[in-house]
């Protein structure tokens, strides 16, 4: 065998050989080929999926979360007209309303028969005796209201603190309203004692703290219902949900405290104010007596005497407006 027939029997062995790898390529590693594009691709389509799904989720709470609130926008638009059993309940009061309108006749009679032993005419005492049985009444209602509300407020926080940790340790939040009715202080203890047997009777929490809300109009008590019924009926993490209520709590309570501040040297002054004209007349009146005769015996003095008083009482409201602060 000569040496070109060599050569040409080495090449056509070579182009074979690249033939059959070429072919092995082609036909050979199909299968794993396609199961390697197969498993990528049902990777992809798993991972989409499961975005979907996340997606899904998200909008699904995010639906419930949306008709949830809405669903307390209209409890709370639909709420009972104020009446006086619920004023007195929220003064914390166990008075009825006979009672209350019998003490008021009684502070009415009281300071109409004070007036005509002073010598008054019968028309004088009949107007004291409308203030002090319609006017004054109502005035330590709504004090008595707004001081257990401030009450209220200052111990509202600490008690959240209570649910967080009783959440984090493990406790449920039953257990967490049941330490807080036995431990806080008044009038928190009262309202959660409330909260607490009215679930012993069946009635559910999203009601109790419907009630509580009601007897209790803050805007905090709202936020702490809302936060409760969202996680009641969505689901999440409460010890988060409640432990950002608390800060957002302290955050407003320190606002308010320095608003308070603020406006306090505002409120001296108004005060030094409207006090300097009832200051001189006593300081006159006691340093010379008949100087001030013609304003008491006269008319005119009468007249003066009764217009200073409406204007008096008009920028005392004035300056008590531009000092006072919602918040």
């Known amino acids: 065998m000569d040496q070109s027939t060599l050569l ?21 590693g199909d299968d794993k080929a396609s199961k390697r594009v197969a498993r990528v691709s049902g990777t992809d389509r ?19 979360v949306q008709e949830t609130l809405k669903g307390l926008e209209q409890k709370q638009k639909e709420q009972k007209k104020i ?9 914390g009061l166990t008075l009825t309303p006979r009672n209350f309108y019998m003490l008021s006749g009684i502070s009415g009679l009281v300071f109409a028969a004070m007036v005509m032993f002073l010598g008054y005419s019968p028309l004088i005492g009949l ?3 409308f203030a002090g049985g319609f006017g004054l009444p109502r005035w ?3 004090f008595m209201i707004k001081r257990r509300q401030s009450a209220f407020l200052e111990e509202f926080a600490n008690s959240i603190d209570v649910i967080v940790r009783g959440v984090k340790a493990g406790l449920p939040l039953n257990d967490c309203l049941k330490i807080i009715a036995s431990e806080s202080s008044e009038p928190v203890r009262t309202e959660f004692r409330d909260l607490v047997e009215g679930q012993r009777i069946g009635v559910a929490l999203e009601q109790g703290l419907a009630r509580v809300y009601e007897r209790m109009p803050l805007p905090e008590v709202n936020f702490f219902q809302i936060v409760i019924s969202i996680q009641q009926k969505t689901g999440g993490n409460l010890a988060e949900a409640l432990g950002n ?21 505002a409120k001296s002054s108004a005060a030094i104010i409207g006090a300097l004209p009832p200051g001189v007349m006593l ?7 008949t100087y001030l005769d013609p304003l008491i015996t006269t008319r005119p003095g009468n007249m003066i005497i009764v217009g200073g008083l ?18």
Do not use: H
């Open 83 to 91: 009446t006086l059993r619920l004023k007195i309940e929220r003064a």
């Open 245 to 265: 209520l608390s800060k957002v709590l302290r955050d407003r309570k320190k606002m308010r405290q320095k608003i308070i501040a603020i406006s306090q040297e």
């Open 283 to 289: 300081v006159l009146y006691f340093t010379a007596p």
């Open 310 to 327: 409406v204007w008096m009482s008009i920028g005392i409201l004035v300056m008590r407006k531009m000092i006072n602060f919602n918040f």
């Open 8 to 28: 040409v029997f080495g090449i056509a062995v070579l182009a074979a050989l690249c033939i059959g790898g070429v072919g092995f390529v082609f036909v050979g």
């Open 140 to 142: 330590v209602l709504s």
């Open 127 to 129: 107007g004291a005796g």
């Open 46 to 64: 798993t991972k989409r999926r499961s975005a979907e799904s996340d997606a899904d989720s998200g909008d699904k709470r995010r639906k419930q």
